[in-house]
Structure formats: C-alpha cells, structure tokens
C-alpha cells in the first residue's frame, strides 16, 4: 500500500481537527503524519513523526536553522528510510517548506490552501515578522512551479489562489467536510434562546459586529444570550465592550474549548453567528469549518456575505447572510430567527440536507483518494 505523509509544522492543533479527521478517513492508503513539533495526541493506532521528539532537533539552534534554510535534512533522519509515496501539505506555508523535502524523496507534493495563505498581503507576511511567512512569501513561485496540485477549501480560496500565480489547471476545489453521521441534530436545544460565536478573536471574525447587533436583538429577546468560544488578542477590547453595552448577563466568553465540546454546544444553540469581514491585512475567511458543523448539526446560520461563506450557508434556505459589517442587519437576522420557531426548524433541516449531499466527510475523503491516486499515476 503506498503512502502518503500528512505534513503539517504544528502537528494535531486542537483548533485544527479537521487535518486528522479527513486522513483519518483515507482507505486506499498509509497515512503518516508528519511536523515540525507535536500539539496533541495523534489519533489512535496512526503513524505520527515530528521533529521535536528527536533530542538533536530541539535545542533552538538546531530549530532555527531549519526554519530558516527549510533544510529537509531533519525530516530524512526522522523518516529513517521510510518513502512516503506522496506528501500532502496543509496550508500554503507549510507547502513551501515541504517542497525540499518532496524533491528529496522525489515524491508529489498536494497542498491544501485554507484561507490566509491565500489572502494575506505580502505586507501583511512580512509584517508579522515570522520567518516562516517570509519564506513563504519568497518561495511561493517555486511552489506554483513544482507542487503537483493544489487543493482549496473553497472557490473563493480557488480564486484568490490562481490571482497569485498558481496554475489554474492545477488548482482545485476540495471541501474537506464534516461527519455528519457522528453530528447527528440533537434535541432538544438549550432552554434559554442561544446565540452561539465559534472564533478565534480577530478582527476577521466580525466579533464586535456581533456584539454590537446582539445588543440590539436583546432589546427584543431579553432573555437571549451569546456564547463566544475562542481566544485571541482582541479579547480585552470586546469584553470592554460588552461592559460599556451592559450585556454581562447576557454574554459569556467561554474560552478555547475541547472539540467534542464545541461540537456539541453548537448542535445545542439556537443559531450560529459568523459575520466575519474582510480584515485590513486582508485576511478573509476560507470557508469556516464551524459552519459545516453547524449544518450537520441542523442549527440555521446567521453570518456574512463574505469568503467562502455563500458556499455553505444559503441566504433564505440554511440561513441569513448580511453585508460585511451590518449590524442592523446583523441585528434583525438574529432576532427573526431566535423569534421564529418554524423558520429555525425550515433552516435547520435544510442546512442538515445541505451537509449529508455537499459536505459529507466520508464522500469528500473519497475523492482526495481519487486526486492522490492521480497525482501519484502521473508522476509514475
């Protein structure tokens, strides 16, 4: 059976789930996770390799070299003659630094383009000052040149990807998906009406959109409440913001939370709220896997015409889709639907459809076999 390394710098972040749940999926090959440095536990019985078990590649030194030179030398040592067949790289980032070592083992490279290495301005890179964004931003031709195919969470994704040089002809939607036999809709849902955020707190989520529009819903639905689950350095600046509207009562920041957590406490809302906006760095939304969970789950969505986002959520059907920072329309979507009884139902039912014809883990893991296999045909 031939294989295929998972390769990811950050192996099993809990905010990324959806790397193991799709190779997890994977029949027809090995599949053989492989990073800089690991963040959690591998899923049970998979093969997982990462740099920082080796006591030689921890000391910082021996770290910074290789994020500098993207040397492919450490992976070798850690593979220890093993040949992975193909190497699929998750985010763009990731894929330039994977590019050495696919040369090495003369095997394909497939990369999958998430959002921000897609939509992040080269100032934005190179600001941030991490060094791994700078190689990206310096190797980026000569991944558009050698990968093999390059896979994107969405269509916006697949656009944004081509309109920075990657061939069109190699450049393809894959929606990664959701379980939705494991996410099966849950009744009945939280007594009191709930709003649930799933985000990290960015600008791009539109989280003080949220709040300033479910302000105006509470007026409506006093008895209505938002739980928003994420961290992130915008924090301190919305929780004042929730004391300066007095909402304390009705808004509880929940924190980063388990997935399985997630998961269920989404299934148990009324409505999910994503009304992510464009950010000034130029940071969009790929597609926002919370949304898929969502409909698998049978919750209607309330969110913003913005990135991937029209691809799951149909405005009128699965959900309601506003304007990138509309907060009045922010603010009567929520109502309408934390109001309307029938219409959460019609939604919701529409949204599960949705998932099980669209977004169906088990069918899209099936064709990412497909691509390998012809990836791997043709590289034979």
């Known amino acids: 059976m031939q294989t295929v390394a998972v390769f990811r710098h950050q192996l099993f972040k809990r905010s990324e789930p959806f790397i193991a749940d799709q190779a997890q999926q994977i029949q027809r090959f090995e599949m053989l996770y492989l990073g800089r440095e690991r963040l959690g536990a591998a899923p049970p019985g998979a093969a997982s390799l990462a740099l920082s078990d080796r006591p030689a590649e921890r000391p910082l030194g021996a770290r910074l070299r290789q994020v500098l030179t993207r040397d492919a030398r450490p992976y070798l040592r850690l593979l220890d003659g093993r040949r992975p067949d193909a190497i699929h790289a998750h985010f763009g980032v990731d894929a330039v630094y994977a590019l050495p070592l696919a040369a090495r083992l003369r095997a394909p490279l497939v990369a999958t383009f998430h959002g921000y290495d897609a939509t992040l301005s080269v100032s934005a890179l190179l600001r941030a000052g991490k060094p791994s964004w700078v190689n990206y931003v310096l190797h980026r031709r000569e991944l558009a040149r050698r990968g093999a195919v390059f896979l994107c969470v969405s269509e916006f994704v697949r656009r944004r990807v081509i309109a920075l040089g990657f061939p069109e002809a190699r450049t393809r939607v894959h929606y990664i998906g959701v379980d939705v036999d494991a ?198």
């Open 183 to 380: 996410i099966r809709p849950r009744t009945p849902r939280r007594e009191r009406p709930t709003v649930v955020h799933v985000a990290r707190l960015v600008e791009k989520k539109g989280t003080a959109d949220l709040i300033a529009a479910f302000a105006r819903s509470l007026r409506v639905v006093p008895d209505a409440e938002l739980l928003i689950v994420g961290e992130g350095p915008l924090e301190a600046a919305l929780r004042r913001q929730v004391a300066d509207l007095a909402l304390s009562g009705a808004v509880c920041f929940l924190g980063a939370l388990p997935h399985a957590e997630v998961v269920d406490l989404v299934a148990r809302s009324w409505v999910l709220a994503l009304p992510s906006v464009e950010a000034r760095s130029g940071d969009a939304e790929g597609l926002g896997m919370v949304l898929l969970e969502a409909a698998a789950s049978g919750v209607p969505v309330v969110a913003s015409r913005h990135g991937g986002i029209p691809e799951v959520v149909q405005d009128g059907e699965t959900g309601r889709l506003c304007a990138e920072r509309d907060v009045d329309g922010l603010a009567a979507a929520l109502t309408e639907l934390l109001r309307d009884d029938r219409l959460r139902a019609r939604m919701g039912d529409a949204a599960r459809d949705r998932a099980e014809r669209h977004f169906d883990l088990r069918r899209q893991s099936q064709a990412l076999e497909a691509i390998y296999a012809d990836v791997l045909g043709r590289s034979s």
